[in-house]
């Protein structure tokens, strides 16, 4: 689930109505989404978690945010998600994006 898009979050103002309701939300938007209510996404989450079709498989596999560290793109993948990764490039520690980012959070490689 995209909770970036737009048309997610009309989406989930309807199909998740009491969840928000009950959080005093009557329209989610990316203010909400990435603001610092974690109680309001937690909420998301779970719904979208516990959401199945009628042979009891999951619909979503996980959920797709910006970082509110920044412009990073996140994904939250759900417990029981088969993840496969096509790793067809090697990652070192040396490499600009790496050391970028390991200088952005004051983190130290070793």
Sequence with gaps: MDI???ATHTFVTEAAASILAG???QNLDVALVRGQGRLLT???AGWAYAQADSNGDP???GIRYVSSLGDFECWAIFDGTRVI???TENVSRADSPVVE???L???FLR
Excluded: C, N, Q
Aim: avoid cysteine.
């Design 4 to 6: 970036e898009a737009t």
């Design 23 to 25: 959080r005093s939300v």
């Design 42 to 44: 937690r909420a998301i």
């Design 59 to 61: 619909l979503y596999a």
């Design 85 to 87: 990764l096509d790793a």
């Design 101 to 103: 980012i390991a200088a």
């Design 105 to 107: 959070f004051g983190l």
